[in-house]
């Protein structure tokens, strides 16, 4: 079964600081992709960043990056420099290459306090 | 990126009608899927739509409650049918991103039923 569990319901961050989303997913797909969506007030789902299975190396996207530990089936979100408009429910994803169904984790909201 | 509108952006209905959801996106995609996002809630696939075929039912989800339609490859219909409060969530469309294993989201429609 494809699972995607997001441990953090709320998280906060001062503004400026660094703050760091969980996310472990379960697969027994050898080829798959995670992502990290945001979802604004505006409910608008807006990705963020992408990570392929088979890649070592953690995607980086300005100030996001991700921690992927493939052994541990972990895949975080890590914001930097962190902004008022970085405030959103962040959603973990995961998708198969097989297949197009995309599992969504519950979500982390995140506030960013000025 | 792909473009996505969706319409109506939000409507309040009344139990036992049915609303229908416009899709539209600015380019040919092959697939396009459909998700319900209740209150508080992380994602959840209702469908995927092929342009010329049925659309395919996820687990829990029927093609009374939620006909389909896919008349090209740029457009789709969500109905929700005799609908009940149980019914009240933010509904999104999405597009695949060939060769990429993305998905683009629309703005998404609020449905609140009364």
């Known amino acids: 079964a494809q699972t995607v569990t997001q441990s953090q319901p709320e998280m906060s961050v001062q503004e400026a600081e660094t703050v760091t989303l969980s996310c472990t997913y379960d697969t027994s797909e050898s080829d798959y992709y995670l992502f990290w969506y945001k979802q604004p007030p505006s409910r608008q789902m807006i990705l963020v960043i992408r990570q392929e299975a088979y890649k070592q190396q953690n995607a980086t996207e300005n100030r996001f990056s991700v921690n992927f530990q493939k052994a541990a089936k972990s895949f975080s979100l890590k914001i930097s420099d962190s902004q008022l408009g970085d405030a959103a429910m962040y959603f973990c994803?995961?998708?198969?290459?097989?297949?197009?169904?995309?599992?969504f984790g519950t979500g982390t909201s995140l506030t960013v306090i000025p | 990126s792909a473009v996505i509108s969706q319409k109506p952006s939000r409507d309040i209905c009344q139990r036992g009608t049915s609303l229908t959801i416009q899709c539209q996106v600015d380019s040919q995609v092959t697939m396009m899927f459909w998700y319900r996002q209740q209150p508080g809630q992380s994602l959840t696939l209702i469908a995927t739509a092929n342009q010329g075929s049925e659309a395919t039912y996820e687990s829990g989800f029927v093609i009374d409650k939620f006909p389909i339609s896919r008349p090209n490859l740029t457009f789709s219909t969500l109905t929700v049918s005799n609908m009940s409060p149980e019914d009240s969530s933010i509904y999104l469309c999405?597009?695949?991103?060939?060769?990429?294993?993305?998905?683009?989201f629309g703005p998404g429609t609020r449905l609140t039923v009364l």
């Open positions: 999405s597009v695949e991103r060939a060769y990429y294993n993305e998905q683009f």
């Open positions: 994803a995961h998708t198969t290459n097989t297949g197009n169904q995309f599992y």
